[in-house]
């Protein structure tokens, strides 16, 4: 028995292996995909998951558009600048003492309020409010009734 | 409307010294417009009611047909393509967020919803009169929203006009939007009809335009609906806006639980701080609601450090009807101007 003759290969053999072989890079090109679609898949899901915290520069509706998208961090036209106090402070008035009402009306009629601004005629209702030349809808200032701001 | 429609009598132009008031509802409460040319009342009312319906239609949450509604309805989808008067309005929100470090949060509508707020509060149960009576602390029972929210994750698009939101987010502008309507119909009322004007919605009041003599007198109280009768200062105002937010207002009954409707976004549930009713004065009413809420929500002492750091000018009533005066806002008659020094005010919240 020789066993240092050169070794010749059955083309079985070779074919089975060659077949093996581009199994294999198949199967490596498919994983590559694979992960290629599967990383994308999860990037598009934590995306949805944690969406928003986009910095950018501060936009208005008169910048470029390129850069108008923002989420509630960069805020932008209206973000500017901090609450700003009265021009003038308030100040003290007199509580009335012919009126006592207020303008707000709390019913659902659209009907003139104050009753003590002006007498009953001058409550005129939103009609007779429509016409403008009419005087009897309005009364002196120093008499009408303060506006009331309260919660709501 | 043009003013050669509406002819002015030269006594009023000339005199000033005449004001006409129209009151109607609108945004679930009253709104309140007055004008210093009673000849131009029509002109102004018909101005302001065409914008707060457009806004209206743009922001509310009870309208199903808004774009409001169909941004929340898209949560966690697409975005959702809205009126630019929405996105405005939404960066107001969002500014509001950001100078009160989330104290005025526009997401927490689903902290509304689960506090029993889904609609208009009028058609809701009322709170029991009892209940409002108490300390409110001792009644409310806490809502504990365990929803993911924060105005962070809002996604707004100035340019393309479209809002996206998380899941799980839904989002409410009554924080902000009734003020800034205020602001935007009191400035084109005095824009179209050229003469001074006052628009309260719902105790939010914006103005624009010459003031009248001595200022456009206000009577800040709990509730607007009380009237200048009801317990509070009055007072005036030459120029921008005054707000009051209020514990005591906009409550329902949820089982046995009192809620109403200032929301801690911190917690999700009806805010318990100490202050009930909280009134601030600023350049306009968007500034002095953001303001006044943001009080509300903030806890006790912190909240007047931030008004008097803010610099503006506010009055705040504790739970027992104490009242605070911070900065500039003035004592009332006959009183002594001690800035920002308790003072014992009537105690009318149990006999409310």
């Known amino acids: ?152 | 409307m043009p003013d050669a429609a509406l002819p002015i009598r030269p006594q009023l132009r000339s005199g000033r010294r005449h004001l006409a008031t129209a009151c109607w509802e609108a945004f679930g409460t009253n709104v309140v417009l007055r004008v210093r040319e009673p000849a131009r009342l029509a002109c102004a009312r018909a101005i302001v009611v065409a914008e707060l319906d457009a806004i209206d239609r743009a922001c509310s949450r009870f309208r199903e047909d808004s774009d409001l509604s169909r941004v929340n309805a898209a949560a966690g989808a697409r975005a959702v393509r809205v009126a630019p008067l929405l996105t405005e309005a939404l960066e107001v929100a969002l500014r509001a967020s950001e100078l009160t470090g989330g104290a005025v949060d526009p997401t927490i509508g689903a902290a509304l919803v689960l506090a029993g707020y889904d609609r208009d509060w009028r058609l809701l149960e009322p709170a029991a009169v009892d209940a409002v009576a108490r300390a409110p602390g001792k009644k409310m029972a806490a809502v504990r929203a365990r929803l993911r929210s924060g105005w962070e994750t809002i996604d707004l698009d100035v340019a393309r006009a479209t809002v996206r939101i998380p899941r799980g987010i839904a989002l409410d502008l009554g924080a902000t939007a009734k003020a800034w309507a205020a602001d935007r119909a009191a400035a084109a009322a005095q824009a179209a009809c050229d003469c001074g004007v006052l628009v309260g919605i719902g105790g939010d009041i914006a103005t624009a335009g010459d003031a009248p003599d001595g200022g456009w007198r206000i009577h800040v109280t709990d509730d607007h609906r009380a009237g200048a009768g009801a317990p509070g200062q009055t007072i005036s105002i030459a120029a921008g806006g005054l707000a009051t937010s209020s514990t005591l207002t906009r409550r329902w009954r949820r089982g046995a639980a009192t809620m109403h409707h200032i929301i801690d976004p911190a917690t999700g549930a009806p805010t318990l701080g100490s202050w009930r009713t909280v009134s601030v004065a600023a350049a306009d009413c968007t500034d002095a609601n953001i303001a006044s809420t943001a009080a509300l929500v903030r806890c006790d002492a912190a909240a007047a450090v931030w008004l008097e750091h803010c610099g503006l000018p506010a009055r705040l009533v504790d739970q027992r009807g104490a009242v605070r005066r911070i900065g500039e806002w003035p004592a009332p008659a006959g009183t002594s101007a001690v800035t920002a020094a308790v003072e014992s005010g009537p105690v009318w919240a149990d006999t409310a």
């Open chain 1, 1 to 152: 028995m020789d066993h240092h003759a050169p070794h010749t290969q059955n083309p079985h053999t070779t074919r089975t292996r060659d077949a093996a072989l581009r199994r294999l890079g198949h199967i490596n090109r498919w994983l590559i995909a694979g992960s290629a679609a599967l990383t994308g898949a999860f990037t598009a899901v934590a995306a949805n998951a944690f969406p928003g915290r986009t910095v950018k520069p501060v936009t208005t509706s008169s910048a470029a558009h390129a850069s108008s998208t923002s989420s509630g961090r960069s805020r932008a036209s209206h973000a500017s600048g901090a609450l700003k106090p009265p021009a003038q402070a308030p100040r003290t008035s007199e509580t009335p003492t012919t009126s006592t009402a207020s303008s707000t009306a709390s019913s659902s009629r659209e009907a003139a309020t104050t009753p003590q601004e002006s007498t009953p005629a001058q409550e005129s209702t939103s009609a007779q409010e429509a016409t403008p030349t009419q005087e009897n809808s309005v009364a002196p200032a120093q008499e009408s009734a303060p506006v009331t701001s309260g919660g709501s």
